[in-house]
Nanobody
Framework: VQLVESGGGLVQTGGALRLSCEVS????????IGWFRQAPGKEREPISC????????????YYVDSVKGRFTISSDTARNTVYPQMNVLIPNDNAVYYC??????????????????????????WGQGTQVTVSS
């Protein structure tokens, strides 16, 4: 299992970045993808997730309140890649951004939001992270 993030960088306040999280060793069929960030001196923050393809929920991805309306996440099964899109970036978004996955066996009736709102500890494998810096 491997996850590789890319796309981070320096952007001005109000700008946008699209990250990529390319995965290998598993499929989206039965794995949930989570998106997290960690700012200097702060705890890791769960910010978004996509359910596995076999999940019974159809409400779409979860987003933490601080990014709702600004960030979106999508997946491309053919490319085995997840794309976190970040718009209207602000200095508070400065952080290292990570994608992670977990195998949802037996949990296809639970939205990934439940795990994210409880810290995201279910996520097992993590990428190396990509730095996002927003200048004021």
């Amino acid at each position: 299992v491997q996850l590789v993030e890319s796309g981070g960088g320096l952007v001005q306040t109000g700008g946008a970045l699209r990250l990529s999280c390319e995965v290998s060793g598993f499929t989206f069929r039965d794995h949930s993808i989570g998106w997290f960030r960690q700012a200097p001196g702060k705890e890791r923050e769960p910010i978004s997730c996509i359910n596995s393809d076999t999940n019974s929920h159809d409400e779409g991805p979860y987003y933490v309140d601080s990014v709702k309306g600004r960030f979106t996440i999508s997946s491309d099964t053919a490319r085995n890649t997840v794309y976190p899109q970040m718009n209207v970036l602000i200095p508070n978004d400065n952080a290292v951004y990570y994608c992670a996955e977990y195998y949802v066996f037996g949990k296809t009736d639970i939205h990934c939001a439940y795990d994210m709102e409880n810290g995201g500890d279910q996520y097992d494998y993590w990428g190396q992270g990509t730095q996002v810096t927003v200048s004021s």
